[in-house]
């Protein structure tokens, strides 16, 4: 049954089914995604997870009210691969994390993720970190041994029920360090604090150290959010082992459930490989910004729904932005007015989006409404032949019907964080001052060419022509085109 106030229905890995998705409370909704370890740049799998997020941020906002969603994506600033980077550059830690969580951020930015309402740190979270770590310890979960702690996989009877995992599985642990296995009771038993390196360490009543990975995201969720919050989302790589322990943790120290609904985004495959750093197919999403706008990366880690792989290709990218590109063209004729523009924004969340997510089917649905579109438009150029009175009567109504279907489509585009730009902009493209400055050249080559042609300067008139013509050459090899309107103005278009 559909329920009014809780429209959205999401697939929660944990009981594996699609669920109607109701918070704990509609006036705080919570939800926590695990961001970034900031020693380099992030490649563009971190990057869909962060955009399957940030949809799904963007649906809640819309569905409870821009106040009342709580989104908390920490940043890792400790670990073993930072520390070994700043011992090697003979550099505190925060130079690198520093550093690379604002490259995070501004490769997010650039794709459009609005900035979550909070972005905790793991260094600020360290208190926190070992109080849990003392409940742990004093209820029997976890055990200390020689400057470690340990949690015990075996006092956790659900340990496994998120990942469906295997004992064999379970054996591999995980981020294991040296010489953690010999202290370990259980092979599978995760740390949870280890001695300080190379200097980074905290004090802490089980001795100085620096916090393993998964306790930093139980500490923060809670200090951020909740002890239970509603959503934890995150890459299908995480759920095993990182998402098993924080729940481990978690419901161990409270005594409840970390999360109510678990969403994990598939993997991004590199044609029929995984993206690996051994396989060196590892894309970086600062090196894809430099070619293509953040909004083609966007639409194209979008093609695919969150739950199944994605593949991606430069084939994906240019069909994305040739894709966009009809998008803002069928803006743009709204806005020109050869289709009538409609005030009315629709304030509906189109139902592929309550559907668990299904933006390849929004995104499809934009395919039909265009050839609708097209056929109304056309269907309006044969009525010209008419009479008058039904020309004015078949104008009114197929306008109105055609402008509606795309900007119903348009506005539904907003929840996916597309068409974020005016139109006119996107296809000025991201043109420099200094294109700029060549159309402005262009123009005066013109004015000149015209006022000799009136004057009778037939050489005058060549010349200024054929400084014109270069100047267009060079902006075409840039990449751009000349558009004229019939009023003399010109400007830049992206070809
Ligand atoms: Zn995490």
Redesign the pocket.
């Known amino acids: 049954m559909e329920n009014q106030d809780h429209p959205l229905k999401l697939y929660n890995s944990l009981t594996r089914q699609v669920e109607p998705f109701v918070p704990q409370d509609a006036s705080r909704v919570t939800m926590?995604n695990?961001g970034p370890t900031v020693y380099s740049y992030a490649h563009i799998g971190n990057a869909r997870a962060a955009v399957v997020a940030d949809v799904l941020f963007r649906v809640l906002r819309h569905i409870y009210g821009e106040d009342a969603v709580e989104y908390a994506r920490?940043i890792t600033d400790v670990d073993d691969r930072i520390i070994a980077a700043a011992t090697e550059q003979g550099v505190p830690i925060s130079e690198i994390t520093e550093k690379y969580a604002k490259v995070y951020q501004d490769d997010l930015a650039a794709l459009n993720c609005l900035p979550p309402t909070q972005e905790p740190k793991a260094t600020e979270h360290i208190g926190g970190m070992i109080d849990l770590i003392e409940t742990l310890l004093a209820d029997g979960y976890a055990y200390a041994t020689d400057g470690h702690v340990f949690f015990d996989v075996s006092k956790y009877e659900d340990y496994g029920k998120l990942s469906g995992n295997t004992l064999e599985n379970l054996r591999k642990g995980d981020r294991v360090g040296e010489g953690e296995v010999a202290r370990k009771k259980n092979a599978a038993d995760f740390v949870l604090w280890k001695p300080e390196l190379n200097g980074v360490g905290w004090d802490a009543p089980f001795g100085r150290g620096r916090p393993g990975?998964?306790i930093?995201?139980s500490a923060m969720a809670k200090a951020e959010l909740d002890e239970t919050i509603d959503i934890h989302c995150?890459g299908i790589d995480?759920k095993f082992p990182?998402?098993e322990n924080?729940i481990a943790q978690s419901n161990c120290a409270h005594g409840k459930p970390m999360a109510n609904y678990w969403v994990h985004n598939e993997f991004l495959q590199m044609g029929k490989d995984k993206m690996s750093k051994s396989l060196g197919n590892v894309v970086l999403v600062h090196d894809l910004l430099k070619e293509w706008d953040g909004e083609v990366i966007r639409l194209a880690l979008l093609k695919a729904h969150y739950r199944s792989e994605l593949v991606w290709s430069e084939a994906l990218l240019r069909e994305s932005k040739a894709q966009l590109d009809r998008m803002y063209r069928a803006w743009l004729e709204l806005q020109k007015g050869i289709w009538p523009p409609d005030e009315v924004f629709s304030e509906v969340l189109p139902d592929e989006l309550c559907d668990d997510l299904q933006v390849p089917n929004l995104l499809a649905r934009f395919s039909d409404q265009r050839s609708f579109a097209k056929t109304m438009h056309e269907g309006y150029q044969d009525v010209t032949d008419a009479d008058e009175k039904s020309l004015a009567t078949s104008k009114a109504k197929i306008s109105t019907v055609t402008a509606d279907a795309v900007f119903t489509f348009i506005d539904n585009l907003r929840y996916l964080g597309l068409l974020q730009r005016d139109p006119e902009e996107w296809f000025r493209g991201n043109a420099s001052e200094d294109e700029e400055q060549l159309l402005a050249d262009y123009q005066d080559a013109r004015q000149k060419a015209l006022q000799a042609k009136a004057s009778g300067d037939k050489v005058g008139m060549g010349k200024a022509f054929a400084a014109s013509d270069a100047i267009r050459e060079e902006l075409k090899e840039r990449g751009f085109v000349i558009e004229t309107a019939p009023d003399g103005t010109s400007k830049l278009r992206r070809d």
């Open positions: 926590y695990c920490n990975w998964h930093e995201c995150g995480l990182h998402h924080e």
